[in-house]
């Protein structure tokens, strides 16, 4: 039998934020949704979270996780304490005990499957991960032989000079027989610098107490301050980037793109510098984006090409072109082979196929035919100050430049529109529309002197 347990209660004071430590981001999930996921494939039989600081905020983030139990720790008095709070929903519980630090979001699941693994092979009371780190500040020291036993963790600020040089260090995760760590809990002590209950110093009341050390220790980074929260931003997002690449995804410039867990690229698609992904973003096959777009949740279809624009929440379907400086909104649909220009921007629409929006247009709350060819500064003016309402272009209608519709308002097919109308009433099929004033042109005429 294994539970998780994640700690998950402090506030994050070295963060210097209103949002509790364990809702901070990394590359579109919140850190502590990081640390759920890399253990759910050891498919524990419970999975219980320690809640404390803004408890309510941390458990409407994670509703949707399902299966998680909610144990309230109140107040905040150290990792031991957290870890004290299970004792009455874990009585009587069977087997492992997986404590995960809410803080440790990079560890990779294979990782924790082999501490498992190890813990169990060797019967050991408790079984902590660990790495050797060049600056190992701020971690707590981890005392061990060369057979792999420990006989304490230290932390940093209760250190002595020589403990202090020991470079192995404690990453906050830990498997514990739950039977032998009840037994002990309730003796720890307040006894160090911080005046805590510190779930490490079970270790040196455990035995054997043994560890496995991580060979990658940009897995076990814990998130205490902005720095290190930009360092493991960083970590994620190469990790991500060369996953794509080995897809078939080229970068031109990698470093300076960045992406979200959620998104997809298809092979042979071509992202150029300054690119962003985020949200769930899927993009078809032979794609060039970029340089400099952002696409937030979008779905790009295959052969589209993107240059500096936004698409957020919108539908691309293939052989489109869009851009440079085109914003595609939520609920925008293109459907194949449109071309979206210059300075226009497009809402809640459905664009058919083959249908032209190239410079300084509004298209919002519109249903456009096939092959339209919305002119330069048309606007569909959407918004009577109250309410939306709906703009309809039929197949194969031209609106002339500086064009407004007034909806609700539709256009039937093959419709054309003289440049600079205003027009407020629909238009049948196959006729012109012109809702301007007349030109007027005085010959040899004199102005007041
Ligand atoms: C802890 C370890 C340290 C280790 C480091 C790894 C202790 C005493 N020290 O230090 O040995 O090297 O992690 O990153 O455990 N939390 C609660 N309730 C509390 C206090 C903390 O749930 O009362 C949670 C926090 O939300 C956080 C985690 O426990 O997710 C770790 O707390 P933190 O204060 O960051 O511990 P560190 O000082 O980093
Ligand atoms: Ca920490």
């Known amino acids: 039998m294994l539970a998780v347990a994640v700690l998950a209660a402090g506030k994050g004071t070295r963060m210097k934020s209103d949002l509790p430590k364990v809702l901070q981001p990394l590359a579109g999930a919140t850190l502590v949704e990081r640390v759920l996921s890399s253990c759910a494939g050891l498919a524990p039989q419970r999975r219980l979270l320690i809640v404390g600081h803004q408890a309510d905020r941390v458990r409407t983030t994670l509703e949707g996780a399902g299966g998680l139990e909610f144990v309230l720790q109140q107040p905040q008095l150290g990792t031991g304490h957290a870890v004290q709070q299970l004792l009455a929903p874990l009585a009587g519980f069977e087997g492992d005990l997986l404590v995960l630090n809410g803080d440790v979001p990079l560890l990779r699941p294979e990782t924790l499957e082999q501490l498992l693994s190890r813990h169990r092979a060797s019967g050991a009371a408790v079984t902590l991960l660990t790495a050797r780190l060049a600056d190992p500040t701020g971690y707590g020291r981890v005392m061990a032989n060369a057979a792999g036993e420990v006989s304490a963790i230290v932390e940093h ?51 054997p107490a043994m560890h496995v050390q991580v060979a990658d220790a940009d897995e076990i980074n814990g998130i205490n301050d902005r720095l290190q929260l930009a360092q493991c931003e960083a970590v994620l997002q190469q990790r991500l980037r060369e996953h794509w690449m080995r897809e078939g995804v080229s970068f031109i410039d990698p470093g300076s793109c960045t992406l979200s867990e959620g998104t997809r690229l298809g092979r042979d698609v071509v992202v150029e510098p300054q690119c962003h992904f985020r949200g769930n973003t899927v993009v078809g096959e032979g794609c060039r984006i970029g340089p400099g777009c952002l696409l937030d949740s979008a779905t790009i279809g ?25 914003q595609l909104r ?30 300084l247009s509004y298209i919002g709350d ?84």
């Open 157 to 207: 600020r209760d250190c002595n000079d020589e403990q202090r040089r020991v470079d192995l260090i404690n990453a906050g995760i830990y498997c514990f027989n739950w039977a032998k760590l009840a037994a002990v809990l309730p003796d720890l002590t307040t006894d160090n610098d911080q005046g805590e209950l510190y779930l490490t110093d079970t270790v040196a009341l455990l035995s």
């Open 302 to 326: 295959d052969r589209v090409e993107i240059v500096h624009s936004v698409v957020r929440e919108a539908t691309v379907a293939s052989g489109c072109a869009i851009g440079p400086f085109a």
């Open 330 to 359: 939520p609920g925008t649909v293109l459907e194949s082979d449109c071309r979206v220009g210059n300075f226009v921007e497009i809402k809640n629409s459905n664009i058919g196929t083959g249908s032209k929006v190239n410079h």
């Open 366 to 449: 519109a249903d456009l035919g096939t092959g339209v060819n919305v002119g330069a500064g048309t606007i569909t003016a959407n918004y009577d100050g109250v309410r939306k309402h709906r703009t309809v272009i039929g197949s194969g209608s031209k609106t002339g430049a500086n064009s407004v519709l007034v909806a609700p308002i539709t256009l039937g097919e093959g419709v054309t529109v003289g440049a600079g109308s205003t027009l407020t009433k629909d238009v049948p099929s196959g006729s012109l529309a012109l809702g301007r004033a007349r030109q007027l042109v005085r010959d040899n005429w004199q102005g007041p002197s």
